[in-house]
T-cell receptor
């Protein structure tokens, strides 16, 4: 099976712009989670989608949003970008998002905000 | 709230030697899961090992094993016979019901030839 893929791999944006990141889970996986990774804060949970519904949400401002499509692909959107949004954004997929599942991570999208 | 603490930001080990990475966590949950993930330089994160809290037996995966002390809320990772390919950032993670992960800040491990 192909692994989790994320596009694009690298992005450079300026403050105030918005950005959309994409994540394609492993085939058959229905749960997709998003994380922000920064050197200072480590990995922080953004949100999780399952069957097109947001099931869990971390402690991030409303500028961060996401959605999931019927084929389980997920997008994450950040509006009104700030310098502090520069980070590696990781998505992870799991079959059903249950306690027994293991999350499989994608390579990440490196976002730089200038 | 759940917290995961990795108190060793950086560690190094000689090739073929054994190294132990520490992790402690805080939770009021009784049933949960613990993980160690590895993130090699510029490569994606992969699962190293997982432990179910209800299992008393420590998980083992080849050269990787854990020392899970539930009462002490400690979950350390032991890497035996360290190899150059083990050089990576290692993250300890906690998951309770709901598929929400909490990660530690990571330990950067360097294996020295």
């Amino acid at each position: 099976k192909a692994g989790v893929t994320q596009t694009p791999r690298y992005l450079i944006k300026t403050r105030g712009q918005q950005v959309t990141l994409s994540c394609s889970p492993i085939s058959g996986h229905r749960s997709v989670s998003w994380y922000q990774q920064t050197p200072g804060q480590g990995l922080q949970f953004l949100f999780e989608y399952f069957s097109e519904t947001q099931r869990n949400k971390g402690n991030f401002p409303g500028r961060f949003s996401g959605r999931q499509f019927s084929n389980s692909r997920s997008e994450m959107n950040v509006s009104t970008l700030e310098l502090g949004d520069s980070a590696l954004y990781l998505c992870a997929s799991s079959p059903a998002g249950t306690d027994t599942d293991t999350q499989y991570f994608g390579p990440g999208t490196r976002l730089t905000v200038l | 709230a759940q917290t995961v603490t990795q108190s060793q930001p950086e560690m190094s080990v000689q090739e073929a030697e054994t190294v132990t990475l520490s992790c402690t966590y805080d939770t009021s949950e009784s049933n949960y899961y613990l993980f160690w993930y590895k993130q090699p330089p510029s490569r994606q994160m992969i699962l190293v090992i997982r432990q179910e809290a209800y299992k008393q037996q420590n998980a083992t995966e080849n050269r990787f094993s854990v020392n899970f002390q539930k009462a002490a809320k400690s979950f350390s990772l032991k890497i035996s016979d360290s190899q150059l390919g083990d050089t990576a950032m290692y993250f300890c993670a906690f998951m309770k019901g709901g598929n929400q992960f909490y990660f530690g800040t990571g330990t950067s491990l360097t294996v020295i030839p």
